[in-house]
């Protein structure tokens, strides 16, 4: 972790994992923004996460979710040649579009580094949506004050969390969480 300023960081950074996604081999099927089938959007279950996220940011802090915060920067993993995803930006639009806050594609995949020092630089509370098999990798990179909470990796079978780092504006260290976004019916909590 290169040395950063704690004037200049956000105090919360939330991270999820896009929504739900294709089949490997038949339905459900992904489709783009346009209804059109894509195998690199979203499923119709991962629309609807998408678009159930974004009411549950813009109007957070709530009783249900007092531990998040309505973002004021949104990040995602934008898509590449070799990373033709784009399930990240399709979670992350709706949301950007209701609290009017543009998402920023800048950063691929595998460069945690470079996307977690950008997030750092920027006093804004920030909400990343990040391609699932690095988020633990990306998450441990930040100053956390209790790393042996961060699990060694987001769970295959999991669309329906996210992860917080919070920090008070005179510490240097984050505190991890994780919370279950009990926004779909199956998902963890959700149902009780």
Do not use: C
């Amino acid at each position: 972790m290169d040395a950063f300023d704690p004037a200049q960081a956000p105090l919360v950074v939330m991270f999820a994992r896009h929504g739900e996604k294709p089949g490997d081999s038949g339905p459900p099927h992904g489709i783009n923004d346009r209804g059109e089938t894509d195998k690199h959007s979203l499923s119709v279950r991962g629309w609807t996460r998408a678009g159930a996220l974004a009411a549950l940011l813009a109007h957070a802090p709530m009783g249900s979710h007092p531990h998040l915060v309505r973002p004021e920067r949104i990040v995602a993993t934008a898509p590449s040649r070799n990373a033709k995803s784009r399930r990240e930006m399709d979670t992350a639009m709706p949301l950007g579009s209701r609290v009017r806050v543009d998402v920023e594609g800048t950063h691929g995949h595998g460069s945690e580094a470079a996307a977690r020092q950008d997030i750092l630089g920027q006093r804004r509370d920030t909400f990343v949506v990040w391609h699932h098999g690095s988020l633990a990798h990306f998450v441990r990179g930040f100053p956390i004050a209790n790393p042996d909470q961060v699990p060694d990796e987001w769970p295959d079978d999991r669309f329906d969390m996210i992860w917080i780092l919070r920090r008070g504006a005179d510490e240097v260290s984050y505190t991890f969480s994780s919370v279950d976004q009990r926004l779909l019916s199956g998902d963890v909590g959700a149902d009780s």
